[in-house]
């Protein structure tokens, strides 16, 4: 989402989301978000990539209205949206916000058959008790741990001990930031599920991000040759 200022140019959401929350714009804001994602989703299943789950970020005011989950519904009623294809992410400052309206508001989301994932994982204030109370599938490790990866053993440690955590409760793990093959090679080789970051690409737009999906085989080929020379070195 970026927003083209008339005279600033185009601004990241970082200029503008706070604004749309405190406005309680971020509602409606949030709801054009998800259908247009729900029609992204299609259009890609349309070219031959059903397999692909999109990831969107859930503000906690959007938890706020009473008619957050039905309206979901009929989104996913209408644009034909099955389930495992569309995930939401949240903040552990979000939970801790709204507390138990969350909760309900996650265990229906889960029946309609959208994944949750934890994002920023180890930055703010969640129990493991309530990690594993409430359905959530996928723990993102916030990229200031991913960023000194390398460099930093404390780091390190911590993303190693997180992508344990994450598959001892039967999660997936997700790791935000990764910018160099050196950490992309130490994320794989401690089995973390997925990557995401600027190694593989900056933000684009949707029709960029077709064809780069084009090049898939290429980003393979890239990680099994960095797996590769690892496997030589031992």
Known sequence: MRWRHPTRGLLAPSHFIAVAEESGLIVPLGYWIIQH???????????GHHDVQLAV????????????????????NK????AGRLEFELTETTMMIEGQSVDQSLRK???????ISLDDFGTGY??????????????KIDRSFVSSVTSNEDDAT???AIINLAHSLSMQVIAEGAETAEQVEFLC???CDQV????????????????LLGQEDFVDRHIQAILAKNRALT
């Open 196 to 211: 995401q970051g600027f190694f593989f690409s900056k933000p684009v737009s949707f029709d960029n991000l077709k064809k």
């Open 79 to 82: 644009q034909g949206i099955t």
């Open 109 to 115: 989301l889960s029946e309609l058959g959208i994944d």
């Open 37 to 47: 994602a729900c029609k992204d989703l299609n259009e890609l299943a349309s070219k």
């Open 57 to 76: 970020n859930v503000s906690f005011k959007q938890f706020q209205d009473k008619n957050f989950v039905q309206t979901v519904a009929n989104i996913l």
């Open 126 to 139: 969640s129990s493991f008790a309530h990690i594993q109370r409430l359905p959530i599938s996928i723990l």
């Open 189 to 191: 080789l401690n089995k």
């Open 158 to 160: 911590i993303v190693k």
